[in-house]
């Protein structure tokens, strides 16, 4: 699989019950420049127009804030990029339990080990606990990883509109449904209930097969990375490889590390407009 | 990291009073202050305590405990610290600041300390004010903690120790230079015979420090203090740091930011504001980043802080410096940071999280006191030797399930001061003293003196919150004598008979009356200092 050059066009739109005098909104929506992606172009625009500030986060994400001071009922966001993703990996052998459990590389990785409110600790759970003994049980946590995706694809159906954007891995782990994030969510509990490290990875997808020049409809998408000696990606929603077609914005712990947008207004209700990602390969 | 203290610390070792020598001598450099409350005499005693609660009542000197607002009760016998124990109090003080100023800069940026593995990385990602949003954000003139009060106590070799670090908003610096104003006012014949050095230059130099903190582009800073509101216990002391500095004292919904500038609204427009001495804790301040529902805050400050526009002081985050957790590293840091010998010790710490540690403090927990590591103060703390076994048995269970919340320490017995007690007689009480700190950046200027805080018990063992402590003012004395001296000192007793009250009481190391009083007292003074904590009256 060859990289690929991708521009992806994100558009956020929000319009509120009532005129929204201000708000105060942090967007992460520029792809990284990191382990062979290279960002080659980014904009963001918004409506009402507003100065942005971006700055690099805790995490090495880069976040865009800014502020809206016009009355407003209608917030529209539209971030451009075009970004450079690297042909999938060759084949790296992972590390060893003994390697994983470490105490200095426990002590490394902790906050990727520990649960937050997204992830608990699936060890802890008796309908789980028993997939983290037979993970546990794997001759090395790579094999441990792949069960784990396995299980979370075996429990867990894909089904929009079921869970929502606050759906905790346990949550969607009982109601058997979820998206991207759900199925995210629900593999690090495992993988960190068997002590491997394992973040959250918020990007784009675009198709499996390459489609120069064809605008195609992407999504928002969510996947993790395990650190066995080094990070592996899976993508339990797919079970696909993680490679050129994956685009990587921001890692955490979990999804409130890492939101495309969160923010705050003084006003009545707001009604989202959805969200749109379209990904052309140039 | 922690040292085990000997088991033969169990046997109770009379406090350190710091007016009678163990050999039952009072000390030559009470005799001139103690000369003249002897000379006033009992009943006197009784009439100035009066004048004082008039006198404090008359200047609206309260503090608000549980719903109602009491005078500070503010003991009439001034405790005094000789210019040498000071000095090595002001630069171990400083010492400390330097290198917890130090660990901020590392944490919330390069964190070379986590890399190089001095602290586990666990202990300071799992802090509960370890704040990731404050990462990456630069301090003008690279001062994060302006204002500090590090609680020292004094063993009972007459060591000062640190019992903990408070970064983040210490309160009680308004009642130093209260109980100054006051005791000057009823008590003016005690200052005879001393050259007491001044406190109430404070206001000024923290409102020079905080100016020193402004984005650098700002010629003429604005410097406002943010407080939660009138219902906050220390508002008293918001309302007296801004009148005395001459600033503006606000809320939140008298700020607003705009493209990452604050401006406060005046009658006559907005005014932008460069500096905030914030007595608001770090989760209220601002929604955007933390707690989404706080209306204390300022939305976007965090943000603006972070484009340098404008400052906060004390900086977010500060408390993942000041957990209990990180205090037994302290020594470690100063050696790490400043390569230098910490001047003053902590107090014996256990560190919970290590299984062999663990063990033994779950072995000995009626003679440990446990605190929950992220609260300030001595909120939730259980005092092993005066606690239930139920209390005891739930102290166990919170150390075993969540061992990264607590921290344990042997009960060290405090100083006792001279103090007035009922019938105007004077008897020794525990004390504790927190120096205050202001750092401009270029010098740390310590207070000299600080708050006493001296446990006021009416004979009976249970010291319910609603009884609070009382405060000392806190001398430091000019006496001519340098640095060489040490900081625990003979105080050079000459055996000269020296008159002191009738009946004093001290505790001695040869003499003691009984050493389970001993016992009670501190189990005392810490419930106090628990209870009163707990209803948000005092400090920190």
Redesign the interface.
Known sequence: MAGRRLRITHRTGYRYAEVVE?S?N?VRMTPMSAEGQLLLSHTLDVLPA??I?S?????GAHVE?F?V?VPHRMLEIVAISTVDTPPLPPYRAGGSWLQVHDP?VQ??F??LL?STTYVDDAAQDPDRAWIVERMREEKDPESAAHLATYEVRRRIGYQPGVTDVSTTAAQAWRSGHGVCQDFTHATLSLLRGAGIPARYVSGYLHTEEPAVGEPVVGESHAWVEYWDEGWHAIDPTNDRAVGSAHVIVARGRDYADVPPLK??YAGGQSEGLGVSVEITQL | MTTAPADAANAPVAPFDEMITPDGTPRATHAAVMDTLTSIGASGLEVRARQRDAYLDRHGITFTLGERERPLPMDLVPRLLMSGEWQRIEAGVIQRLRALEAFLADVYGPGRVLADGLIPRSLVTSSTHFHREAWGISTPNDVRIHVSGIDLIRDEAGEFRVLEDNLRNPSGVSYVLENRRTLAHVLPEVFAAHRVRPVNEYPERLLDALKAAAPPEVSRPTVVVLTPGVHNSAHYEHTFLARHMGVELVEGRDLYCRDNTVYMRTTSGPEPVHVIYRRIDDDFLDPVHLRPDSVLGIPGVINAARAGRVTVANAIGNGVADDKAIYPYVPKLIRYYLGEEPILPNVDTFDLTDPDQRKHVLAHLDRMVVKPSDASGGYGLVMGPSATDEELAQAARDVISSPRNYIAQPVVTFSTCPTVVEDGRIAPRHVDLRPFAVNDGRNVYVLPGGLSRVALPEGSLVVNSSQGGGSKDTWVIDDGVGDERPAVEDWSDDGATVPWPPGYNATRRDNSPSAHDDRILQQERQQQQAGDRAAGGTPC
Do not use: C, L, S
Request: hydrophobic share 35%; aromatic share 18%.
């Open positions: 201000a105060f942090e507003a100065p500030q700055y690099t986060d805790y995490w804030a502020d001071h200095v002590d490394r902790v906050e520990r923010g705050i």
